[in-house]
């Protein structure tokens, strides 16, 4: 069974040649994007463009563009468009494409979409403006990395997207510095350094502007680097508020640490949160607690693997929900918190969404913390439920020590990586990209040091005992009772975002190289891309222009599988590097 | 180990003690041998992550002040002990000592560490505190 399906993987491999042929043509319609020139390359005139407003950002689920990271501040990335739908998009056709960026690291970056212009990141912290509607190149803004931030990345070089405010596109740096540049010149307007480089942190994620605060969030919880988040003055980068995800020892939550661990508790909040603007409340995701070994640091170790509910004008912290206490499987608690108002056994809710690393489905109470449900959506053995407050029973036994080794699913890397879901207002339903894999762990001696892993654990993925083989799937869950709907299986793992849209399709990429889009409602292939010129880690976005309704993608295959599969990702070798953005459309009439 | 090549050492270690020059310079704490051996190794195991250069890609540096500057004050063991316990990513502890020896001879010559006539050694290694810094810009 295994045999077959690899065969399958290497045949699709191999084609990606072919398509890149095919796609060629398409390519010449963009200026090549190369990434070594320092200076900006702005044309004489850029198209107009109209400064963003906070008003906009609230309304950012009506507009045309695709005004932040997961679309709108409730974090559903979901269109009200049904220009293409059901019925059509099989007759989708490319509108055009960027030239390929010979750089071979992950393209994870969401395109940003405001009026004309569409922002995108690259890796390693280039940012390119093109014109949305034609694909031509505005301006290219080439970041000068300090080396040392080279020391402590984790899983690749990348960069997740830019915030839009104002005039200005606002992104953040693998050596820790937030920039703003001008949208029409990409000249640089601000440039601010949070923390330095190569002792741990770095930002990978893109930034939500809300009320005028630029909020973002370190990376670099594998090096010990204790998380935070920071409120930003959006028109100088001035910090205006700063909160650490773990508390030091005087303060809340303090004493769920041993003596003086807190100062190397990880707790990276490397995932860009949502907002609740009726509530005026921030709900951003923490990742796990450093040492990754669960028995060094004896306590809950708040507030790892939480999502916290925060005011965005002070930083200060209205509520928390922990999903895995004192943790020791790498269960980050980051994933998108979805804003979804649901009913659940007859009874209304405001919630938060999230499908955890930890393999739970969990609908909470975004008003006050208070889990509404949990359901597991993948083989879980180190969950065992939930008990009577509502949170995750751990199952202890299987944590590891110096001694024990243990085998549990779902893997480090969870049930769902940082990959956006969508939340869909007419189906009812969220969409996620799911992993199933699980894991060997053990411990191993670790002592801190600045710039070197914080593991204390070694660990390797194996194979689910359950679904062998098969390492990835895209399932559709009922957000009124957190059972699946449907399911998409795949060899490959899910590694991509999704966008569903009110025409009834959801969209989503695959690791050898297609663009497909999904009925909503059931679950059935409506339309698949040609092959395109590399794997998708990325999320799908749609805009409109004109009363055209277009859907972008990037390709680039790398991030975090091909580094820490193992033996897993030996398929994936022979995917072809390199980024391409992709634009498609309905053909012209 | 012979009379000469102790001898060899104990002149080396006068030298070292009489001159400031020769105090600055690392010590030799693997065997050309070894550093050629772990070319290979590197290619074939961390390159893909690291770099053909050693400077960084998906992974971290391996090279120059980006990977061990003096402030790190890094010393021989924890890095060593990172390399053979967790590495490759995916698949840690998975080379043989032999292989961890030559691959970590290897970086220490990318790093301006000079080969000497004894071998690095996976055991003593994994304690080792001989500071780390790299020579390379």
Known sequence: MQKISLQHRLKGATAFGCAGLALAAFAALAVPAKAQTAAPEAMPTPPAYTPVSQSDLVGASSSDGWLMFNRDYAGRDYVPFDQINTDNVSTLTTAWASGKIDIPDGFEGTPIVSGNYMFVTTPKDHVIAYNAKTGEKIWQYDYKIAPAAYKTLCCDTNNRGVAVYGSSVIFGTLDNHVVALDATTGKEQWNVSLAEPGVGYSITEAPLIVNGKVIIASGGGEYGARGFIVGLDATNGQQVWKTYTIPSENEPGGDTWPKGMYQTGGGAAWITGTYDSETNTLFWGVGNPGPWLAKMRPGKNLYSDSVLALDPDTGKMKWYYQYTANDSWDYDGVNTPQLADITYEGKDYKAVMEANRNGYFYAIDRTNGKLIYAKPFIHDTSILGMDKTGHAITNDALKPTLTKSIFTCPSFLGGKNWWPGSVDPDTNMAYVPTLHACMTMVGVPVTYSAGLPFLGEKFEMKDDPTSPGQYGSLQAIDLSTGKQVWEQKSAYPWDAGTLATKGGVVFSGTVDGFLKAFDAKTGKVVWTSPQLTSGIISNPISYQIDGKQYVAIWTGWGGVWPIWAGKLAAPEVKIPRGGQLYVFALPSS | ?137
């Open chain 2, 1 to 137: 180990m012979n009379i000469l090549k102790i001898r060899a050492l104990l002149g080396a270690a006068l030298l070292a003690g009489s001159s400031t020059v020769a105090l600055a310079a690392p010590p030799a704490l693997y065997t050309a041998d070894q550093a050629k051996a772990g070319a290979d190794v590197f290619s074939q195991n961390c390159a893909m992550c690291h770099g053909a250069d050693l400077s960084g890609a998906a992974g971290p540096a391996l090279v120059g002040q980006a990977f061990a500057s003096a402030s790190n004050k890094y010393t021989i063991g924890p890095v060593f002990t990172e390399v053979a316990l967790q590495m490759p990513a995916g698949q840690p502890a998975s080379l043989t000592h032999e292989q961890y020896e030559d691959v970590f001879a290897y970086i220490l010559q990318q790093n301006g560490y000079p080969a000497g006539t004894t071998k690095f050694d996976y055991t003593a290694g994994l304690s080792s505190k001989e500071s780390l810094v790299s020579q390379k810009p």
